[in-house]
């Protein structure tokens, strides 16, 4: 697409938007319905396109993004009137009679830009939260899955006329086109080093945005956790979409003492939920060969435990542990995504604080253990994203938790509510009674009239 195409579809937007024709919440619901419906009657067609570009099963597809969208859109039909509200707010006495408000507006056209790991969830789900808030949207999808962008291309346009929601294909070229324009929000979702950029473009026209990146997310497990079920969850999040989940435990953090009995049931757990992965359609790939070669060379041979295997013809690596590993190791310098799990180790839970510390903030973090102390210590001390305790990644399937990173792992948040209130602006609105005029504030000043100020600002 050229740039005078994108420059006719953002200002055919930007009149849409001024027209007032999203803001009414019967407009809003309607194309709610719309995207719903759009959803369903392609069911089949994105679970054969996510199956294309990632080798996603319709079992995982449904599970992990269409099914999401769905849940998504749901939970803002019952919610919309409500999130949509002016919210009246307590105001003080030095402001009588009056009353404030706090009034939720959309902030315009937004642009959202989307990852090739969840192309589904990860451009729908944002693109749910910005229509129930009354924006219109351009959205950019990943050229790295193009039958997924084709069929999302497909859809939208039939939810949608261009004005109000358009799709952008293509790469590097499109999106410098998009970051080259004026957007009242940018919603991105990708790597920490694409997010600096898209940052960066987005102050030249001091625009806001909301970047939803990545980080190595540690996996803890402590003496008291309950191994097994850890090992059991720790396999199902890691080698979920074959690793390739911003979310996905990067690697385990665990007591020494539990150590061998964690691996142990690592090997089981894999034996049993990936029997012969390199040979499984069910499995899924790495989504290019550039990928894929960067994941061979994070894997050394000699601390790997379980797995290492791989086949280039078909992009897959087998489930992946690597034992003895240390901050040193390549496999430790950057975000992993993929099937490949170092363990490192801890002799003192205390230890783990002091560890972490120093460390860029990840967009995830999970504990294992039975110590409802620690629970509550990690939680306040460490910096991260979101998480779970005796759990991994399932946090980013519960619409009344926000979901978004820290630090170098994003900024911003969305899903439900706060997903709605991201996509808004709120206003700030004091409705002064014309029936009283207070005399205080007005000069000449007098002396009894400080009293008073004083008095009502105390």
């Not at 999808?141 to 358009?166: N, Q, W």
């Not at 080259?180 to 919603?187: H, N, Q, S």
Request: proline letters at 6%.
């Amino acid at each position: 697409m050229t740039a005078e195409n994108i420059d006719d579809i953002v200002s055919r937007q930007r009149e849409y938007f001024a027209s007032g024709a999203t803001l009414p919440l019967e407009a809003r619901r309607e194309a709610l319905l719309r995207l719903r419906a759009a959803v369903e009657a392609h069911e089949k067609d994105i679970a054969a396109a996510l199956t294309a570009d990632l080798g996603k099963p319709p079992f995982e597809s449904y599970m992990c993004e269409t099914g999401l969208v769905l849940s998504e859109v749901r939970y803002m039909l019952k919610n919309l009137k409500r999130f949509a509200k002016p919210r009246k707010v307590h105001t003080p006495l030095s402001q009588f009679p009056s009353k404030s408000l706090r009034v939720p507006v959309p902030y315009g056209n937004v642009l959202i830009m989307s990852p090739w790991n969840y192309p589904v969830l990860l451009t729908l789900e944002p693109l749910v939260d910005a229509i129930a808030a009354g924006n219109t949207a351009v959205v950019k999808p990943s050229a790295y899955s193009p039958a997924t962008s084709a069929v999302l291309d497909m859809l939208i346009g039939e939810a949608f006329r261009p004005e109000h929601v358009a799709v952008i294909t293509g790469g590097r070229k499109e999106n410098s086109a998009l970051l080259d324009k004026k957007f009242d929000l940018i919603f991105f979702t990708g790597s920490t080093t694409v997010g600096r950029e898209v940052l960066r473009r987005a102050a030249e026209n001091l625009t806001p945005a909301v970047l939803e990146l990545g980080g190595k997310s540690p996996c803890i497990v402590d003496e008291t956790a309950d191994v097994k079920l850890a090992a059991k969850r720790i396999v199902f999040g890691k080698y979920l979409n074959c690793g390739q989940t911003c979310v996905a435990p990067d690697y385990i953090l665990c007591a020494s003492s539990v150590k061998e009995e964690l691996i142990s049931e690592l090997r089981r757990q894999i034996s049993l939920q990936y029997p012969d992965a390199l040979s499984d359609p069910a499995y899924g790939r790495i989504v290019n060969e550039k990928h894929f070669d960067r994941l061979l060379s994070l894997i050394d041979p000699a601390k790997v435990i379980a797995g290492g295997g791989y086949d280039r013809g078909s992009l897959r690596i087998e489930p992946t542990v690597m034992d003895g590993v240390t901050r040193a190791d390549a496999v430790m310098g950057e975000e992993i995504f993929g099937p490949v799990l170092p363990v490192l180790t801890f002799d003192r839970f205390e230890d783990v604080f002091a560890e972490l510390a120093p460390l860029p903030s990840p967009l995830a973090l999970y504990l294992f253990t039975s110590d409802k102390k620690r629970m509550r210590e990690v939680a306040l001390r460490c910096s991260y994203g979101g998480g779970c305790m005796n759990d991994v990644v399932i946090h980013l399937a519960t619409n009344e938790l926000p979901f978004g990173g820290v630090g170098f792992s994003g900024m911003g948040a969305y899903h439900g509510k706060v997903g709605f209130e991201t996509f808004s602006h709120i206003k700030s609105i004091l409705s002064k009674s014309r029936r009283i005029d207070l005399p205080m504030r007005y000069r000449p000043y007098k002396r009894g009239n400080e009293k008073l100020v004083r008095f009502f600002l105390k």
